[in-house]
């Protein structure tokens, strides 16, 4: 059971071949996704041989084979975390029934639209980053780009299958519609902020996947707590997938402050731009951008969505099971940040209400620990300057603060003092100018753009200098 059928047309661990008219909507679907990855996907590797990871079991161990692969044969399918035995919904005015292994009937709208909204995230990020592969700054990055990109498209077929298998007709529609919104389009837009921004270069590659897929990861979790159980098993595996996300954009991100940090020692001094370095003060306008934009993605601080998504038993917390309090949240109280005149304090609210400020609140730990890891790598040189995260507050357009300017250390501030600064707190298009000038591609084997350090080590133990994308 724990091994993935790769006999079938759609790789599958679900036994569809067990279910005819989900087999048909889903082989209706796939040339359409192909369809959409061919005109949306990686431009200019299709034909390429990428040395890439597909999954061929879910459990735990061993669960990835490693070889080349051109994209469009990639194995994309549908993957679920084994069952639980005996399951139950765990919070929620549905505490203690067991899961549901079918849609329950008066939650189907607002399971619909978070699982739609999920799914939308995923073919978005593929269209953010199509153009990337062009600026490459080695082998080794073009093919975690490569292998970050399948899996978002294996995201996009786990929530078409969910929709597909359990809602029917409408279901269908989505998955099509899923296909059609584009990143950024003034007419059919993306569902979410940050999913409709640029990622233009490999500094915003790397933090998006620093910042932005770890909003997935934040969410995939909240998710995988779903009393839905199929949703929950869906969410559950996408997460092994999430945690590479994860190291792509954190030893990326590592590798440049490294190199950085190199060239600041070498050449006594912070401006690293003449010697083609990034320099620290660029890399924390960026951070600035990047963490504000997915901060947005939690939603607005007090959310009675949140408190339904909860209350229904769709859409936990964090490690909800680990929680030891009564699971139900009607009396319990929470702490949120709050705008307070020109002040930013924090008041107590009902905690069904925080929800998203709760997991807003895990996330920003959860990024302070890599950050600390960039600032070892800084302080080790020497150096004594420290990256941080803007204020909460910070170039916020949702929730409590998107209508007030904050600073990045959280001072509400004037019109006027915006005007004045935010071009030291935000990328400036003479910043944008600067990175865009250093994405000359690097593809010989082992060898990297003068702005990044190598990394510790290669993918699967390969080597380093591996021809980890064949492009002859
Ligand atoms: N942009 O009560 P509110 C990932 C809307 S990333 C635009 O404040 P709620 C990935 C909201 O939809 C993970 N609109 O918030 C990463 C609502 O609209 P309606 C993605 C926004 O509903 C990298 C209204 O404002 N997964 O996987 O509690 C690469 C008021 O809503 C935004 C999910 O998001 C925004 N930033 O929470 C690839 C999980 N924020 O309904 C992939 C599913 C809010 O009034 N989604 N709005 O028309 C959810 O759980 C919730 O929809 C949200 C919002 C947490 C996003
Ligand atoms: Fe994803
Ligand atoms: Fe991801």
């Known amino acids: 059971?724990?091994?993935?059928?790769?006999?079938?047309?759609?790789?599958?661990?679900?036994?569809?071949?067990?279910?005819?008219?989900?087999?048909?909507?889903?082989?209706?679907?796939?040339?359409?996704?192909l369809e959409w990855w061919k005109d949306m996907g990686p431009h200019g590797y299709q034909a390429k041989e990428v040395y890439l990871r597909t999954a061929i079991s879910v459990d735990a161990q061993g669960w990835?084979?490693?070889?080349?692969?051109?994209?469009?044969?990639?194995?994309?399918?549908?993957?679920?975390?084994?069952?639980?035995?005996?399951?139950?919904?765990?919070?929620?005015?549905?505490?203690?029934?067991?899961a549901w292994q079918?849609?329950?009937?008066?939650?189907?709208?607002?399971?619909?639209?978070?699982?739609?909204?999920?799914?939308?995230?995923?073919?978005a990020s593929v269209e953010q980053q199509r153009h990337l592969g062009r600026t490459c700054p080695s082998l080794y990055d073009l093919r975690n780009l490569f292998q970050v990109n399948v899996e978002e498209g294996r995201h996009l077929w786990a929530m078409v299958y969910i929709l597909d298998a359990h809602f029917g007709r409408d279901g269908r529609e989505e998955s099509e519609a899923l296909l059609q919104r584009r990143s950024g389009d003034a007419d059919k837009p993306r569902i979410?902020?940050?999913?409709?921004?640029?990622?233009?270069?490999?500094?915003?590659?790397?933090?998006?996947?620093?910042?932005?897929?770890?909003?997935?990861?934040?969410?995939?979790?909240?998710?995988?707590?779903?009393?839905?159980?199929?949703?929950?098993?869906?969410?559950?595996?996408?997460?092994?997938?999430?945690?590479?996300?994860?190291?792509v954009g954190e030893t990326g991100m590592g590798r440049i402050v490294q190199r950085t940090c190199e060239l600041m020692r070498e050449h006594k001094?912070?401006?690293?731009?003449?010697?083609?370095?990034?320099?620290?003060?660029?890399?924390?306008?960026?951070?600035n951008f990047h963490c504000s934009v997915s901060l947005d993605l939690f939603g607005s601080e007090i959310s009675t969505n949140?408190?339904?998504?909860?209350?229904?038993?769709?859409?936990?917390?964090?490690?909800?099971t680990k929680k030891r309090d009564d699971h139900r949240l009607k009396d319990a109280t929470y702490s949120v940040a709050e705008l307070n005149g020109d002040r930013i304090t924090t008041r107590e609210e009902a905690a069904l209400l925080s929800l998203n400020e709760r997991l807003?609140?895990?996330?920003?730990?959860?990024?302070?620990?890599?950050?600390?890891?960039?600032?070892?790598?800084?302080?080790?040189?020497?150096?004594?300057?420290?990256?941080?995260?803007?204020?909460?507050?910070?170039?916020r357009a949702i929730g409590a603060f998107a209508e007030v300017k904050v600073s990045p250390d959280g001072r509400v501030v004037s019109e006027a003092e915006w005007d004045a600064k935010h071009h030291q707190w935000l990328p400036t298009e003479d910043d944008k100018a600067y990175v865009a000038s250093l994405?000359?591609?690097?593809?010989?084997?082992?060898?990297?753009?003068?702005?990044?350090?190598?990394?510790?080590?290669?993918?699967?133990?390969?080597?380093?200098?591996?021809?980890?994308?064949?492009?002859?």
């Open 1 to 33: 059971m724990a091994g993935i059928d790769y006999v079938e047309q759609i790789p599958n661990n679900v036994n569809l071949h067990e279910n005819r008219r989900l087999l048909r909507a889903l082989e209706d679907w796939q040339p359409k996704f």
């Open 64 to 98: 990835a084979k490693f070889g080349y692969v051109r994209m469009p044969e990639y194995r994309w399918g549908i993957f679920l975390a084994e069952p639980e035995a005996g399951r139950q919904i765990n919070f929620g005015d549905h505490q203690g029934s067991p």
């Open 102 to 123: 079918e849609v329950p009937g008066e939650y189907r709208g607002v399971l619909r639209r978070l699982i739609v909204t999920q799914g939308d995230t995923e073919p």
């Open 192 to 247: 979410l902020g940050a999913f409709n921004e640029k990622t233009p270069d490999w500094l915003s590659f790397f933090l998006f996947c620093y910042f932005t897929d770890r909003d997935g990861k934040y969410q995939l979790a909240s998710l995988a707590e779903s009393g839905f159980d199929p949703l929950s098993r869906t969410c559950r595996f996408m997460l092994t997938e999430e945690a590479h996300h994860m190291f």
């Open 269 to 287: 001094t912070d401006d690293v731009r003449k010697f083609g370095g990034l320099d620290l003060a660029t890399i924390q306008r960026y951070i």
């Open 306 to 320: 949140a408190a339904n998504f909860y209350t229904m038993g769709l859409k936990g917390r964090f490690e909800e």
């Open 360 to 395: 807003r609140d895990d996330y920003v730990a959860d990024c302070n620990r890599g950050l600390a890891r960039w600032n070892q790598i800084i302080k080790s040189h020497g150096i004594d300057v420290e990256l941080t995260l803007p204020h909460r507050g910070f170039h």
């Open 439 to 472: 994405m000359q591609p690097v593809t010989e084997p082992g060898k990297f753009a003068n702005w990044i350090a190598p990394p510790a080590r290669g993918i699967n133990g390969q080597p380093v200098d591996f021809e980890y994308v064949r492009l002859g």
